[in-house]
């Protein structure tokens, strides 16, 4: 949702309109989860599976979003690997939450395995999710110590699913948004797929909706005192004669990237990245960005700092 406070300026980079105005992000947990297999497409196929409803935590139990693949000589175990990133509002629910997507999208997925992706992580900000499942193995499961790690050996009828005891958080920046507008839908989409690659490229962030693109950015609160979060009805075209607009005439249709990060450099460099993409195709009229006057989250990302 835009500042409500005094209308902000408007920016160019090159013939596309920037708005003034400021992404606004906040603390959260974060996990990266290595997952491998014997081929990359099943490595990617559980890292899909893991990642499946968890686009908000507004209403899911973790955001998560496959990161990058990771080759086989990057590896824990030599194989081919996917790497995601996974974030929750604590601890305990991050833990809660990838003990039962690991044991129910990982360990059923054919030749997979599950490691650790962040390390030298103090021993009361790791979370236990090979410790959590083991059980799984119905006292068949075996314990492998390597050096300070330790991981469970789980038979399973292709042969063992291997997951490493400990994972390690750090807190990391959820809620980095860009707005992207174009003369037409199909404009708007081409331009925000473009800001979506130029994003993963990018190391230590996660586009965590649906292809990382957000249809229908939301605004907080309701007429409908359930809900927490509704539809965004000044960026919303059909309501363009309804609403106080924040729609340029000519812009027909407007996509969001929503991404989180391991820290507020990663998050930054990404949206800059996305920016400058989505501002060099054609037919795009807005780039603008959701925030809240400064009252959600501590993290502010100006897009004039990233032109």
Same mark, same amino acid.
């Given at each position: ?8 300026q408007t ?8 708005v003034d ?6 603390p ?11 081929s /990359? ?9 893991l990642?499946? &409803?968890?686009?908000s935590?507004?209403a ?9 693949k990771?080759?086989?000589?990057e590896?824990?175990?030599g ?6 990133l996974?974030f929750?509002?604590t601890v305990d629910?991050?833990?809660k939450?990838l /003990? ?25 900000k ?14 068949f ?13 789980i ?5 063992e699913?291997t997951c ?9 920046v959820?809620?980095g948004n860009?707005?992207i507008?174009g003369?037409s839908?199909?404009a708007?989409l081409?331009?925000?797929e473009?800001?979506v690659?130029a994003?993963r490229?990018?190391?230590d ?19 409908y005192?359930?809900?927490?979060a509704?539809? &965004?009805d000044a960026?919303?075209?059909?309501l363009r ?6 729609l340029p005439?000519?812009c027909?249709?407007?996509y969001?990237?929503?991404l ?8 930054? /460099?990404a949206m800059?990245a996305?920016?400058h993409?989505?501002?060099?195709q054609? &037919?795009?009229?807005?780039?603008t960005a959701? &925030? ?5 989250g ?10």
């Amino acid at each position: 949702m835009a500042d409500p406070s005094p209308t902000p300026q408007t920016l160019k980079l090159g013939r596309v309109a920037v708005v003034d105005t400021f992404a606004e992000a906040f603390p959260i947990k974060a996990a990266r989860l290595i997952i491998t297999a014997d081929s /990359q497409q099943w490595a990617d196929t559980a890292a899909t599976v893991l990642c499946g &409803n968890a686009t908000s935590v507004i209403a899911c139990d973790i955001e998560a979003a496959i990161e990058r693949k990771i080759p086989a000589n990057e590896t824990p175990d030599g194989r081919p690997g996917t790497a995601v990133l996974a974030f929750a509002f604590t601890v305990d629910g991050l833990a809660k939450a990838l /003990q039962n997507r690991v044991g129910q999208c990982v360990l059923t997925c054919p030749t997979t395995a599950c490691y650790n992706g962040l390390f030298d992580c103090p021993k009361e900000k790791q979370i236990r999710i090979g410790g959590g499942i083991r059980y799984f193995g119905d006292g068949f499961q075996r314990s492998k110590k390597l050096g300070d790690r330790r991981y469970w050996r789980i038979p399973v009828m292709d042969g063992e699913f291997t997951c490493e005891d400990y994972f390690g958080t750090v807190t990391g920046v959820a809620g980095g948004n860009l707005l992207i507008g174009g003369t037409s839908g199909t404009a708007a989409l081409r331009a925000t797929e473009a800001a979506v690659a130029a994003m993963r490229s990018c190391r230590d962030v996660a586009l965590p909706f649906p292809g990382g693109i957000v249809r229908s950015g939301s605004k907080v609160g309701s007429k409908y005192p359930k809900l927490k979060a509704s539809t &965004n009805d000044a960026y919303c075209p059909t309501l363009r004669g309804d609403v106080a607009t924040e729609l340029p005439k000519d812009c027909r249709a407007v996509y969001e990237i929503v991404l989180d990060g391991l820290s507020f450099d990663a998050v930054q /460099q990404a949206m800059r990245a996305g920016l400058h993409a989505a501002a060099a195709q054609p &037919n795009v009229v807005m780039i603008t960005a959701g &925030n809240y006057g400064g009252r959600l989250g501590k993290h502010h990302f100006h897009l004039r700092d990233l032109l």
